[in-house]
């Protein structure tokens, strides 16, 4: 059974969070490294270019990889400090066995592997094959996650795959699949310098993708109008020319009100709309109420604010509109993906230099880990898995019958829910860490304890891979070759530079050998990631995400390659829409009617605050590798509750004093700092820390109903003081984990 062996203390002191800190005089070799490799960060979806430095095996620096076109040699925080986990003292280094009383004894790997496939067998022999189930995390190169899809539906046979991805991007490519047939971003982010108008919503770009801030600040000195839409006075909503603060959940309700602003206003590329789109009298019908009074007394931002916003954006020649998981958490997020594109295609501003529309990728390899298989609902080209067409392309292209391939399985979250009903008995997971990352976590924890069996995949003990029954370690971003996919759609290199550690192993290594043990090695010949690279070529091909015509080759000449790029004399695709041909079945662009409606969890009486959730500048995602780097949590040791000084008052709340946060989910004490920049009906916890200090023992699973995608975003809740002045930590030093 999937339990702690120990108590988490003592699995801390032998495994971490430890803090890691560059020493003063530097690494030794730094100065005389073995090679400069360039190569990209291994955090968020900008894969900032950077080279790193080697010796001895070992990574001891970084430069700035000045001709990168993204980055341009920038790098955020996180970006600047990310060499430290290398040779990190937490580093998992062979494989391990819960010993329940003992704790984790490292073994050979024929004993974890061979205990392994043992308990896969037992599982799915006992209760059929869709028992036991795979979760992924999308900061795989493209590479290893369309491996784990073929793993999962070849080797294992089951249905049950899914990705951490599922907290990311699922919103926004539905919404881009359902207006233009092709989920990517439309433009690369050099068309954002000369666009007049930007939107910019739900996004904390200063914080958690600061190197894109260096595209909107060369805008805004060639005079671009720029607008914020957060329920924060997030950094780049000070220099704002617009803020609009709106009550979280209520996004489509303003972009359905700029909406029928620009209809009544005849602010519409008519020859655009008319000749290619389809949908666009169903979409003024759903919004033709939604006037400006209205719009504010349900996002709370002024009309005057609003209708400032829609004469901007309408009356501009240039324009770009970007979004992230602000919009994308909700139980609507879909709709809110697509209330945003309407207000694109209303505006004919799409397909043209400077004008564009982009879905910001929060995860290393957002874009192309949800393109390539690893989804419950995907197959290679981001085809469908319930298209029989494509089906019967990718069983050809991976040698099996059609009737061998799994179908639709069950979303991450769903699988935890499965777990609970006793439907799912196993489990193998790999960079992924549910315990943090998904709602609900004491739900989470449960689902884990009553499992059969759970092998994990990573390099460092995650606090979900402490639940594991067996672990084996696998590689780092920088010990295997491959490609990852940017925000942009860029497709770039991810260049080995070192080995793993004696006795870890490549992920890829790992996923081989079990494929092998399990009756699938002939369907995993492969020498190397290149060779892999290939076959996932061959299986996009003709699909959405075609990267047929992408090589190794041509990555590095080109410094990364745009898809679509359909063949090999094709020179990407950097901008989507220049013919006005989209990916739908007519042709055309969709509007989709959007329709406003209230969130899962609504504030009432009995919890009238609304608590949202999202990340800091030091902290990626659930924090298993930048909560061990000790100048990353020096900037931002531990979650802080961010209250609002009427509403402070109101509850009588002083500034460093424990709060206890209260929702129908669970309870959680947060050390209050009272700021001027959050609504006044709103408190803010960002999410990247576990167990007590876990944002996420508080938010909901109510999911998206298309995307399947929590609603992270809006939780309603209650503040209670505790009186207790909240032990502030002074630096990382001071740091406490649990």
């Not at 000369?194 to 919503?201: D, F, S, Y």
């Not at 019908?285 to 209708?307: D, F, H, N, P, Q």
């Not at 995400?545 to 679509?564: C, H, L, Q, R, S």
């Not at 990626?620 to 000790?630: A, V």
């Amino acid at each position: 059974m999937a339990k702690l062996p120990i108590d988490i203390d003592r699995i801390i002191e032998q495994f971490g969070p430890t803090l890691n800190f560059p020493k003063p005089e530097g690494i030794s070799g730094r100065d005389e490294p073995d090679k400069i490799v360039e190569t990209h960060c291994c955090f968020c979806g900008m894969q900032c270019g950077i080279k790193l430095l080697a010796k001895d095996n070992k990574i001891v620096g970084f430069e700035p990889w000045m001709e990168f076109p993204f980055n341009q040699g920038r790098l955020c925080p996180k970006g600047v400090q990310r060499y430290m986990q290398d040779n990190h003292p937490d580093r998992l280094k062979s494989p391990l066995i819960n010993v329940p009383g003992f704790g984790y004894k490292a073994v050979d790997w024929e004993e974890a592997m061979a205990k392994t496939v043992s308990e896969i067998k037992r599982i799915q022999t006992q209760y059929g094959n869709d028992a036991f189930s795979v979760l992924s995390g999308v900061s795989l190169t493209n590479e290893k996650s369309y491996m784990v899809g073929k793993f999962a539906r070849i080797a294992l046979k089951t249905k049950n795959l899914d990705y951490n991805g599922r907290l990311c991007m699922v919103s926004a490519g539905a919404g881009n699949k359902k207006a233009f047939g092709l989920d990517r971003t439309s433009n690369n982010y050099e068309d954002l310098e000369k666009a007049e108008v930007i939107i910019v919503t739900g996004a904390n770009v200063s914080e958690t993708f600061p190197t894109l801030t260096y595209w909107l600040w060369r805008a805004r000195d060639n005079g671009a109008k720029l607008i914020v839409v957060d329920p924060r006075v997030i950094p780049l909503a000070r220099t704002a020319d617009i803020h609009l603060d709106i009550r979280p959940g209520t996004d489509s309700a303003l972009f359905g009100a700029i909406l029928n602003y620009m209809i009544q206003h005849d602010m519409l590329d008519h020859h655009f709309i008319e000749n290619y789109t389809s949908g666009f009298e169903a979409a003024k019908e759903a919004v033709k109420e939604y006037t400006l009074e209205w719009a504010e007394s349900i996002t709370g931002a002024k009309k005057e604010k609003i209708e400032a916003a829609a004469q901007l954006w309408g009356k501009a020649a240039t324009s770009f509109l970007l979004h992230a998981r602000g919009i994308e958490h909700h139980t609507k997020g879909v709709e809110n993906v697509l209330s945003c594109i309407n207000i694109v295609l209303a505006s004919g501003r799409i397909g043209k230099p400077y004008c564009g529309y982009g879905t910001i990728t929060g995860q290393g390899n957002g874009q192309g880990g949800r393109e390539h298989g690893h989804k419950c609902d995907q197959l290679p080209g981001n085809r469908d898995i319930e298209n029989p067409e494509h089906r019967k392309y990718i069983s050809e292209v991976w040698g099996i019958d059609e009737k061998e391939l799994p179908g639709k399985g069950l979303s991450a979250y769903e699988i935890i829910e499965a777990i609970h009903r006793g439907e799912i008995k196993g489990l193998l997971s790999l960079c992924f860490n549910p315990l943090v990352s998904l709602p609900n976590s004491n739900y989470v924890r449960e689902a884990l304890e009553k499992l059969e069996f759970y092998v994990g995949i990573d390099f460092f003990m995650s606090e979900t891979m402490r639940h594991c029954d067996i672990i084996l370690p696998g590689s780092l971003h920088e010990e295997e070759e491959g490609t990852v996919t940017t925000a942009e759609g860029r497709v770039v290199r991810i260049r080995k530079v070192v080995d793993p550690p004696k006795n870890a192993r490549t992920d890829s290594e790992i996923l081989i050998e079990l494929a092998e043990r399990l009756g699938a090695g002939d369907k995993f010949n492969f020498v190397n990631s290149e060779a892999v690279f290939n076959e996932l070529r061959v299986a996009s091909k003709g699909g959405t995400a075609d990267y047929y015509g992408i090589t190794y080759d041509k990555i590095e000449k080109n410094m990364g390659v745009f898809w679509p790029c359909p063949d090999l004399d094709h020179p990407g695709t950097p901008r989507l829409w220049e013919d006005k041909k989209f990916k739908t079945p007519d042709g055309k662009a969709h509007f989709n009617p959007v329709q406003y409606h209230p969130s899962m969890d609504p504030v009432d009486e009995e919890y009238p605050i609304i608590l949202t959730t999202g990340r800091v500048v030091s902290q990626y995602l659930s924090g298993t590798q930048t909560r061990r780097i000790g100048k990353l949590v020096e900037q931002f040791a531990q979650p802080l509750l961010e209250i609002h000084p009427t509403l402070a008052e109101q509850y009588n709340i002083h500034q460093h004093e424990e709060v206890r946060v209260i929702t129908k989910r669970g309870e959680a004490i947060f050390p209050a700092t009272i700021v001027e920049t959050i609504r006044e009906d709103t408190v803010f916890i960002p999410y990247h820390w576990p167990g007590k200090k876990s944002a996420n023992q508080l938010t909901s699973g109510h999911l998206d109903p298309i995307s399947k995608i929590p609603e992270f975003k809006v939780s309603a809740c209650q503040l209670i003081p505790t009186g207790k002045k909240a032990y502030v930590a002074k630096d990382a030093l001071d740091y406490k984990s649990n």
